[in-house]
């Protein structure tokens, strides 16, 4: 049930930037220094879906309520203005934070709504089990507030939805890794970092001999010939890195003519040891050698 209510938001906020009743907004950019963040341990009601739609305008919040009963939420006066049910949406048209929230921006109040408190005046604006709308607690007004919250009423209960502030701002620094061929060099062997998201090491090899690779858990894994480069696809290392060819009848794949050979490697992410190390062993002399390199922090431009 989850995962279909789960595909069903999915298609709402794909529709976010199209509807002209309540997704009029929505963008791909975020505004801000600051993006909001939803808790996941705190969607503890089932029935409830909700996500955060930040856009250059400002952030906008999607929330769907599949329960029995209804749903409220709940203004800076903890009083209902939007109630969200299975036949529909309403809106409490004399609560100020009903104006307020339709637009990212400032917008003025009708004549006959006030911040005083007002009767409820509940019109239905939605046929739809779910709506979004623009909510000023969800920007970050004071630089030490560290979280958000949104107060909600699932039929008269509080449930309420909460986060916490994302910085978006880089790091003062980056840490770049580095190989070093030279401090324990091993014959006919180049290896080179490839920055990405995902680290990766490119292997050359031009020996005469066969060249093995040892995964993390030192099984060999990946083997490097003239003839070009082949996968231990029964080593764990090989089947982590979620590959083809996986579960081959065959133990030794051949994975290309060259032999040069390009994997990501978590033995590159940077922790608590000074270098990093990944062994080969090479059968012209018998030994088990490491390529290796370290981390340098570099500041961002």
């Known amino acids: 049930m989850i995962k279909t209510l789960t595909t069903v938001l999915a298609f709402f906020l794909a529709s976010f930037v199209i509807s002209s009743n309540v997704y009029a907004h ?12 939803i808790d996941e341990q705190g969607k503890s009601e089932a029935a409830i879906l909700s996500q955060i739609q930040s856009s250059p305008l400002g952030n906008e919040i999607l929330v769907q309520y599949e329960g029995e009963g209804k749903l409220e939420v709940l203004g800076d006066d903890n009083e209902p203005f939007i109630r969200i049910t299975k036949s529909g949406v309403y809106a409490n048209w004399d609560h100020p934070m009903w104006f307020k929230v339709q637009t990212a921006g400032p917008r003025p109040l009708p004549e006959w709504v006030t911040d005083q408190k007002l009767e409820s005046k509940w019109t239905q604006v939605s046929e739809r089990n779910y709506y979004g709308w623009y909510d000023k607690r969800l920007e970050k007004t004071d630089e030490h507030a560290e979280r958000w919250n949104i107060a909600l009423a699932v039929n008269g209960q509080r449930q309420d939805l909460s986060g916490y502030f994302k910085s978006l701002t880089p790091p003062s620094k980056r840490t770049l890794v580095t190989v070093d061929n030279k401090a324990a060099p091993i014959a006919d062997l180049t290896a080179m970092v490839i920055p990405g998201p995902e680290r990766a090491i490119r292997v050359s090899y031009q020996g005469d001999h066969h060249m093995v690779v040892l995964d993390e858990y030192d099984e060999p894994m990946l083997r490097f010939s003239p003839k070009g480069v082949e996968a231990n696809t029964q080593s764990k290392g090989w089947k982590q890195l979620g590959r083809s060819p996986v579960d081959s009848d065959a133990k030794w794949v051949k994975l290309s003519t060259q032999a040069a050979y390009t994997w990501p490697d978590s033995r590159l992410d940077k922790d608590e040891q000074e270098k990093w190390k990944i062994p080969v062993f ?17 500041a961002r431009l």
């Open 282 to 298: 090479c059968h012209q002399d018998k030994k088990v050698k490491f390529i290796q390199g370290g981390w340098v922090e570099i």
């Open 26 to 37: 929505g963008a791909s950019a975020v505004a801000g220094e600051w993006l909001p963040v």
